[in-house]
């Protein structure tokens, strides 16, 4: 299981991203459960010195190659600060103009220098006619397409439903309609890897994941572990969700 906490921007004192690291590292000791975080990108240096078992994500990465361009981070240079992850394509970055086409520069600029890429995909509304699914296909084929096999397998995929961010397990996706789209999602990877190489992706879940539902999405969603939001800023909610995941 892989459980990635995203802490946007909501933590904005080096005080309490340290206190969250403490607690993180904490969680990281257990060997079953990997732990993973996405600071703002201000509070990256602070992983460097002593992160302990958690590793080191990344809440976007730079498109661009080699040309001056203020206020980007790109790759390599994330890489030496010891990022590992990087979260692309979110729907808060999407929302603020970010493209298919960019976004799937960024997956191919993070996989050369090898940080695996965190493609969060996710539909505004469930539509009664599953439109939704040709959105979720979209998302998928054009941030993948011309991407090899091989570099795929290394992907990590997470289901964000954009109706189900920000509030509470109440509001989340139910477990057997997780795992219908989690099939579907592992169906389109079909198209670009092949073989039993799709059922290799790891699939994580993201949208008002809390200690209450964790459990039951894991068990019942299929899903190999979890983007979470807010509920990773709070370490005793963050605590609970991996608990319920050792259970
Ligand atoms: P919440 O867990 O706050 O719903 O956020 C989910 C998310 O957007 C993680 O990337």
Same mark, same amino acid.
């Given at each position: 299981?892989?459980?990635?906490?995203?802490?946007?921007?909501?933590?904005?004192?080096?005080?309490?991203?340290?206190?969250?690291?403490?607690?993180?590292?904490?969680?990281?000791?257990?060997?079953?459960?990997?732990?993973?975080?996405?600071?703002?990108?201000?509070?990256?240096?602070?992983?460097?010195?002593?992160?302990?078992?958690?590793?080191?994500?990344?809440?976007?990465?730079?498109?661009?190659?080699?040309?001056?361009?203020?206020?980007?981070?790109?790759?390599?240079?994330?890489?030496?600060?010891?990022?590992?992850?990087?979260?692309?394509?979110?729907?808060?970055?999407?929302?603020?103009?970010?493209?298919?086409?960019?976004?799937?520069? #960024?997956?191919?600029?993070?996989? $050369?220098?090898?940080?695996? =890429? *965190?493609?969060? /995909? %996710?539909? +505004?509304?469930? @539509? &009664?006619?599953?439109?939704?699914?040709?959105?979720?296909?979209?998302?998928?084929?054009?941030?993948?397409?011309?991407?090899?096999? #091989?570099?795929?397998?290394?992907? $990590?995929?997470?289901?964000? =439903? *954009?109706?189900? /961010? %920000?509030? +509470?397990?109440? @509001? &989340?996706?139910?477990?057997?309609?997780?795992?219908?789209?989690?099939?579907?999602?592992?169906?389109?990877?079909?198209?670009?890897?092949?073989?039993?190489?799709?059922?290799?992706?790891?699939?994580?879940?993201?949208?008002?994941?809390?200690?209450?539902?964790?459990? &039951?999405?894991?068990?019942?969603?299929?899903?190999?572990?979890?983007?979470?939001?807010?509920?990773?800023?709070?370490?005793?909610?963050?605590?609970?969700?991996?608990?319920?995941?050792?259970?």
């Amino acid at each position: 299981m892989l459980v990635v906490g995203n802490w946007k921007t909501y933590v904005r004192t080096r005080e309490k991203a340290k206190k969250l690291l403490v607690a993180a590292k904490r969680l990281a000791l257990g060997r079953k459960i990997k732990i993973v975080i996405a600071p703002p990108a201000p509070y990256l240096g602070l992983f460097t010195a002593s992160r302990g078992g958690v590793a080191l994500a990344s809440q976007d990465v730079s498109e661009s190659l080699d040309s001056t361009e203020t206020g980007e981070v790109p790759a390599p240079l994330l890489k030496e600060m010891g990022v590992t992850y990087a979260i692309i394509g979110h729907s808060e970055r999407r929302a603020r103009g970010e493209t298919d086409a960019q976004i799937r520069e #960024k997956v191919q600029r993070a996989l $050369v220098h090898g940080i695996t =890429p *965190i493609l969060c /995909i %996710g539909e +505004s509304e469930r @539509d &009664a006619d599953a439109k939704y699914l040709a959105h979720l296909r979209t998302q998928i084929t054009s941030a993948l397409s011309g991407i090899p096999a #091989k570099d795929l397998l290394d992907i $990590v995929i997470a289901y964000e =439903p *954009i109706w189900a /961010i %920000g509030k +509470s397990d109440e @509001d &989340a996706i139910q477990p057997a309609d997780l795992m219908e789209t989690v099939l579907y999602i592992r169906k389109v990877l079909g198209d670009f890897i092949p073989g039993k190489g799709a059922t290799r992706v790891k699939i994580l879940y993201g949208g008002s994941a809390e200690p209450e539902n964790a459990r &039951a999405l894991a068990g019942g969603g299929g899903v190999d572990g979890f983007l979470v939001g807010h509920a990773s800023v709070d370490a005793k909610m963050f605590a609970g969700i991996v608990k319920a995941l050792k259970q």
